[in-house]
């Protein structure tokens, strides 16, 4: 399941990225060959105009094949149609809309889940719109604390606490640490709400975790769910997309200088089995978690494509402002043989990653 909800949340970011591409190319003249999904082998294709619409047998990613991008293809009359044939204005501005697309879909998928109804704290986000729902929430768990090993996480509903003596139902973080505090060394039981089922498990307080007392190590918070109208969630989504599209890039950027220093961390990484396995978490904790998760990918491909890198948008985007300050076009093979290598890369990198999911997956 979480296999086919992620390949449909790829179509999605896909279709929005290339469609980007796709309808400015149309709307300044260009002459699009091809709106594919995935890559080759092709599964099934049809012909709309003068476009081959395709969808591909390997789900990551797709492209739109867009006419005179490699000039030594252009002939004959639709020369004019051709890519290499317009303003560089417009040639980079086929190029980046890509981009934006990412980012606009994002916005509407913030907007989207503060429609629907998100996670939120018990102070919310603005006045007058309350939090409904309130539970109290496991929000994280700290590493090698007893909860963590015990497999509780983030998003789990507590809702009882038992010392074998008796059953005492919780509602704030209050009570909780009243009951644990004085307990340390002994078992106790903790009743908690997983996707609405409801589970159990033995916990041992330990000391040193919290000072002069017991502790299990999670953090608690009361969370509802926050519903805004959509004058409001329109705001708050450009907001978050604002927010997060800031941090994300100032993440990634750390993580390209680390790359460069020889001191990243491929655990900070997710390939595309981490993410099949985040969509599915994401998935199961509802619609709008669903939403926001996918909003963030979106902003990640929006930022990842913007590097100017050979074979990523901003490779492309570079070239073309390269050519702009020399005042004539790049060597086709020159650009080639960079694309080639960039596209090498990354897929070296792809591997690297995914071998590290899994890498995770087994430990």
Known sequence: MSIFIFIIVLLLLVLVHEFGHFIVAKKAGIRV??????????????????????????????????????PNEVKGEDGKRSFIAQPRFVQGLVIVVGIFFNLL?????????FMVGVPAPAEGIGDGYPVKNLELMITGT?????????????????????????????????????????REGQTITLTYERRGEDLSVNIIPVSGIVPDAAAVGIYMDMIGTLQLPPHIALWEGLEKTYQFTVMIAVGIADFLRDALLGQSDFDEVAGPVGIVREVGNAAGLGFANLLLFTALISINLAVINIIP????????????????????????VIANVFNAVGFALLMLLMVAVTYSDITKLMQ
């Open 142 to 182: 700290g590493d090698g604390s007893p909860a963590a090993l015990a497999g509780l996480a983030a998003g789990d509903v507590l809702k009882k606490l038992s010392d074998g003596g008796g059953v005492q139902a919780v509602s704030n973080a209050d009570e909780v640490i009243a009951f644990i505090s004085p």
């Open 309 to 332: 890198f050979p074979a990523l948008d901003g490779g492309r985007l570079l070239f073309i402002l390269i050519e702009g300050a020399m005042r004539r076009p790049i060597r086709p």
């Open 105 to 113: 879909f994002a916005w509407f998928l913030f907007s989207a889940a």
């Open 33 to 70: 060959d091809e709106f594919a999904f995935g890559f080759p082998p092709k599964i099934w294709s049809r012909k709309y105009g003068e476009t081959t619409y395709a969808l591909n047998a390997l789900p990551l990613g797709g492209y739109v094949k867009i006419y005179g991008e490699n």
